[in-house]
């Protein structure tokens, strides 16, 4: 059976009920360790519980057997028995568990073969490689090169060589979710296919073409040089006939968890149109919208043709214009006819919430999770916003057709701001529906209510009824509040108060690593370390951004966990024999279990072992400095993480001034709980630093993007959007190319190998990284009010990935004129004409293909070492609205402190200017809210942090099993035990040492 994330063995637990600083009493008085027979029974008992865990519901919220809990574990639940009461039973719930998560996600990490795509020279005769990127007219034939490792091609050398189009993949996948009697057919062998998909599928059962590979005997090549024997092969393919991007995938697709395990992914391509194909790509649309009536589909297909469509001459221009007027008047036609269904929606879920006394609901679906509630009273204006009811099955037809309109406003708004972007297109659109799109972009779409609005003060009340306050605009150009000397120093004034508080001693670094020290000595003197092991210190006890409270967190490295010292200097990629797979075998976890028993004779208290664990780790309380410390083993990656975030900490010191202020202001407004799905500590620390990484004068650098011998220079990115920039006048270095970089592989606890390489700086390269961090001359006041609107704003969530492995603003060049306070005077002088992409931006779709991340609505956040884990993925759609809620919520509060004043709406590219809307100025809005109407500069931080009600989310989270939890479970658990170990393990349990000893 599958072992839960998590088990948790506390070392010998009392009988009482203690406070949860109270130290753990031995069940016996007269030994503080186990014995050989006592860890005989309790491994028994343990094996015993990870067989039966899987047959357990959990149920919390029971004030049932209060009384039986002990120390240090979680309130008492009810347990009840799923049907499956049999070992084989427990095992076939397993293996559906399993085989549902493979259906689930895609398999990315295992892809060893290559697929290269070739394409015929007419002039040589030749077929040549074709770089990643390659732009193709639609239906343009080409050849893909696959190369398979022998040890996986000899595999399907016996299959047959069957040639499949289209539906390969499906086919597997509707057999992989249909019922087990399919399972009396004969099996089909194995085989391996070659499917075009659209980038980023979500698995690979959507090919558009699958084609099964023949590999023979004869397709065997060694690498003269290497001696590498791998199989290879040529298979024709042609180009999708519309307009985006596409890949190939090798899989195997005979079996359910096979089709989603992807062996080998090419690179990325396009389709382009050029002339008549444009024109023959809009019927497609067109009977999207009006014979199948699937608005979703067209929308989906006219942003694709609209992105795709590269050039067009004048003879077939004329060709264009009526189809693609027509397809945009369907678009604008759909919008204003689900406006009133939104509008219905919106005042059925008041009524909803009012009836069952919600206060301010907000819509917890994906696609409406920024839906709002009635207004409430002046005396509950503060209240958080809680999350609606959910719709009653009685009108499911309705609310079938809410979320599709709710999805396709977001769409139609995508397709609206691609044509927006896509000058040349825009040309050929009529003046009418110009003016009636701009309008549509500009005034009735709500950014924060995520849909279109018929009239301007709906929208107004609407967004009024959901936030409880009048957000403050986003407002224009690098800053957007400009805050005077008088308004900043109060600001700053504020932050000092605050920070006085939370920042921690001046010793604090030395005296965790004199406790760190200490503790390595005890363990040692017990003789349980191994000759050259080390504990070393990680998270916040070492990156310069924990506080005297903080948890010790310890990883305990091995010498086998040693890689050498010069290979991160040296530049070279760890090989297998240099860099050991250290996952943890029975040794490692009774070496745990040693240093908990040994933990415990020195008096720690709550010490428990949670040895099955995602990382493995032995957590303890220190009565003594009244600290709680864990223990892990094997987590080179947190080693890594936590030496380049000092490294950030140690270039400027307004990130660590920030990042204790944005802690603190989450943590009061209930938004840094990852178990109630809201983001970690951690996460509000990527975010930081990448918001730094991105400013116009970048105050942070990609540590990953410097080579080891970096002295100084500015790199640029490679862009397809134009030539690289080219250094400006006033003494600074030419702009080079991005160097290659090293890698320095390290193993994560799932065995995925990572790159940890970043740029450690040696005393010169820091001078250098600080003088160029001095160059960005924000207060640390306007930088957090920027803070807050980049997130509030200007960072596109749901298309967009926080990453500051791939932040190139902080190595682009930029001009001098811009190195001042970034004031929006000097940002407007110094940009250019017409849309600018950003430096740098990770879209999600790239992760939807590189990681097989699911495409949502909600802020996602990369891991800078482990590219495939989404720091932020515990959001939901109802704490990501709450989210967006408490930072537009700050960035107004930060706005009150400077007196309004009345500019004209602006717009991009001055296209409302164009049609004399840019000169009306914004209706002045009264500030009659939950929120003060001015705040006092130096009360600012005071106002941010107001502590305020939980949200309605907060502590509703579903809790993972543990053993912890099942030794509370009571006489449920024990039936359940007597059931799989008989009466003697029932008699066994019957007393309370023996039950202690279980726990």
Known sequence: ARVPAAIAMPIHPPAASPTKSSPVVPASSSSTSTTAADRQKTAALLSVMKSRVGDITVKRGSPAAANDVPAGMTPPVVAEKRPEETAEGAAAAAAASAAKKVLTYRIVKNQVAQLLVKVRNFKTKEDNFVAPGYYFRPGNGMTVEWRIPASLAEKYLAAPNNRQRGGAAAAAHEDSTGDDSQSSKPQEPPKLVIGLLRY??????????????????????????????????????????????????????????????????????????????????????????????????????????????????????????????????????????????????????????????????????????????????????????????APKDDDGDFWTSYRQAAKMHLDAYDALLLLLEKRAVWYFVSEKLKHTVLYLVHRQFCPILRRFFPVISDMTRTRLDHLQFHPAPAGAGATAVVLSPAVRAGIEQSMVAVLTKLMPSADFLQRRESMRENLQRQLQRAGILPDGSVLALYGSSANNFGKDDSDMDMCLVLPSDHAPKSSAAAGHSLTPTEAKDTQHTAERLLLLEKIAETLLAMGMTNVSARLTARIPIVEYHDPLTQLDGDISLHNPLALANTRMLRTYVDIDPRVRYLAFLIKHWAKSRHINSPQDGTLSSYGFILSLIYFLQMRPVPVLPNLQLLPPDWSGQRYHQPSPHGPPATAAAGGRPSTVPLPSLPQVMATSVDGTRCNVYFLEPNGQQMRMLQQMASENTESPAQLLVEYFRFYAWTFDVRHDVVSIRRAYSSTMPYAPSTATNGGAGAAAAAAPAGPVAPPSVVQKLDKNEESAWFHTDVLSIEDPFETAYDVAHVLRAAQMSYLRKEFLRAYTLACRTVPPAQEPVASPNGLLASLGLASVPAAPVAPVDALPNYVAPNTLIEALCEPCEPPPFVGRRKASLSITDVAAFGSATLSALASATGSAAVDALTTKDAAAEAR
């Open 200 to 389: 980023g599928t979500a698995n690979n059962a959507g090919c558009l073409v699958t084609k099964t590979l023949q590999i023979t005997p004869k397709a065997l090549v060694t690498h003269p040089h290497t001696g590498e024997r791998f199989y290879t092969g040529d298979m024709p393919f042609f180009a999708p006939k519309s307009a985006g991007q596409f890949v190939y995938r090798l899989f195997d697709p005979t079996t359910k968890e096979s089709v989603f395990d992807t062996l080998g992914t090419s690179a990325l391509y396009h389709v382009v149109l050029i002339d008549q194909d444009i024109a023959q790509n809009f019927p497609a649309v067109m009977d999207s919208f009006d014979k199948e009536q699937n608005f979703t589909k067209g929308i989906a297909q006219f942003s694709q043709l609209v992105r795709g469509m590269k050039s067009c001459s004048a003879e077939h221009a004329q060709a264009i214009v009526p189809p693609l007027n027509r397809c945009l008047e369907r678009v604008i036609d759909e919008i204003q006819r689900t406006m009133p269904i939104l509008e219905e929606g919106y005042e059925k879920k008041k009524t909803t919430a009012a009836a069952n006394a919600v206060p301010a609901p907000t819509a917890a679906g994906i696609n409406d999770a920024a839906e709002v509630g009635p207004a409430a009273a002046a005396t509950a204006a503060t209240a958080p916003v809680a999350a609606a009811p």
